[in-house]
C-alpha cells in the first residue's frame, strides 16, 4: 500500500508563511494535483501575491491534502483557481513594458538563487545578469520581494540547509560545502540566527518526531 503524501510539515496554523515555505508548499501542491506549471511562475505567484491571503489559501489547501476528506482533491484544486482568480484580479497586465521587463529580470533571478543557492552569489555577479547596476538592483530587489539580494541568498541557503540536514549521517561540514557557505562556523551562525537553533540540534528535534 502507498504512503499517502504529505505537504511540508513546517507551516504553521496559521501565522504568515516566509516566502521559502509558501513556495514549498505551493510547489507541493500544483505537483500532487497535477497542474502544469514553471518554477518561475510559482515564483512569481508567491513574490507577488499578499502574503497573509496567500497563508490563509495554502492553508486550506495543505488541509484539504492532509484530513483526505471526501472530494479532497477536487477542494484543494478548488482553492488553487481562487488564488489564480484573485491574483488576476490584483496583478492587471502592465501597461508600462519596461516594468514588466524589470519584474520578470528579478523574479526570473530570484528563482535561480534559491534554485542553485550554493553559486557563489555575490551582488555585483547578480547585478551584471539582470543589467542593472549593484546599487540599482538592491533598491528594486528590496521593494519587490522586502529583502536585499545576499539576505535572499542566505535565506535560500538555510533553506537547502534545512532539507540536507534531515539525512542522518551528514556532516555539519559537508552541508556547510554543499549550500555554499564559506566555513562550518559560519553557516552554523547563520543558520541558528534564521531558524533559532544549532543546525544539528534543528535536525534532532524533527527527527525525534
Known sequence: MRKAKTPPDHYPGFTVLSFGTAYQLFQFTVQLLGVPTHGVFLFHVVSCYPRRLLSLVLGAMAREITHREANWRCGAALQLALLFVELSR???????RSAQRTDERLTTLRAE?????????????MARRVHFSPSRLSALYKGAFGTSPMEDVL????????TLLLNQGISIESVSRECGFESAA????QFKSREGSAPRD?????LER
Open 202 to 206: 534543528w535536525a534532532s528535534q524533527r
Open 186 to 189: 559560519y553557516f552554523s551562525r
Open 155 to 162: 535565506a535560500a541557503r538555510t533553506q537547502k540547509a534545512c
Open 113 to 125: 538563487i534559491y534554485a542553485r543557492p550554493q553559486d557563489k552569489w555575490t551582488l555585483v555577479l
Open 90 to 96: 490584483q496583478h492587471p497586465a502592465a501597461s508600462d
